[in-house]
């Protein structure tokens, strides 16, 4: 996986009934792109460190 600042991040819920997180990606520290990366839930604006798992995806940015 690999993801730029401004990326969004997807995660599918992993059980029946759990809701799909998205997220902004504010920061990447690693300069290959790879995870973790700093990510603003768009449903909390909470930031957090995140290591997604096989249930996450990135949607890149349009230049």
């Known amino acids: 996986m690999i993801a730029h600042t401004g990326d969004r991040l997807v995660l599918k819920g992993i059980h029946v009934g759990d809701p799909q997180r998205v997220g902004d990606i504010v920061e990447v520290p690693h300069p290959d792109g790879t995870p973790p990366y ?26």
């Open 38 to 63: 700093r990510v603003r839930w768009l449903d909390t604006d909470h930031e957090a460190l995140v290591f997604p798992g096989p249930e996450g995806h990135v949607e890149h940015r349009a230049n």
